[in-house]
C-alpha cells in the first residue's frame, strides 16, 4: 500500500509564499514523475508541475515563473514553492505520483488528499 501525505497549506496575503510538500511511504520499488494538482472551486483539476526521477521539470503557463518544483529522491518527498501568490491560485493542491510498487509491475498512480491554499489579504 501507497500513500501520499501532503503539508504546506495555508492561508497567505497576495504577494506571499508558500511551500507544498508530499511524502510518499509504503511498498515502493521505484518512483517515477511526482508532481503537483490543482482544483479550485467550480473547476477541473487543474496540472501545476511536474519533475521527474532525474529532475527535469514541467509546469504550467499560469505558473510564469513563480512556482518551483523540486524533490528528494532519497526521501521521497516533492515539494512546491510558491512565490508572487494571486487570489487566484486559491485551490486544493493535490500530490501526484506514478509508482511502481514492485519489480516487473506497471506504475500506478497515486493522489494525496489535498492541502487547502487560500490567497487572500
Known amino acids: 500500500q501507497v500513500q501520499l501525505v501532503e503539508s504546506g497549506g495555508g492561508l497567505v496575503q497576495p504577494g506571499g509564499s508558500l511551500r507544498l510538500s508530499c511524502t510518499a511511504s509504503?511498498?515502493?520499488?521505484?518512483?517515477?514523475?511526482m508532481g503537483w494538482y490543482r482544483q479550485a472551486p467550480g473547476k477541473q483539476r487543474e496540472l501545476v508541475a511536474t519533475?521527474?526521477?532525474?529532475?527535469?521539470?514541467d509546469a504550467a503557463d499560469f505558473v510564469e515563473g513563480r512556482f518551483t518544483v523540486s524533490r528528494n529522491n532519497a526521501t521521497n518527498t516533492v515539494y512546491l514553492l510558491m512565490n508572487s501568490l494571486k487570489p487566484e491560485d486559491t485551490a486544493v493542491y493535490y500530490c501526484?505520483?506514478?509508482?511502481?510498487?514492485?519489480?516487473?509491475?506497471?506504475?500506478?498512480?497515486?493522489w494525496g488528499q489535498g492541502t487547502q491554499v487560500t490567497v487572500s489579504s
Open positions: 509504503g511498498t515502493i520499488y521505484r518512483i517515477n514523475a
Open positions: 519533475v521527474t526521477s532525474g529532475g527535469s521539470t
Open positions: 501526484n505520483a506514478l509508482i511502481v510498487a514492485y519489480w516487473g509491475t506497471i506504475p500506478d498512480t497515486y
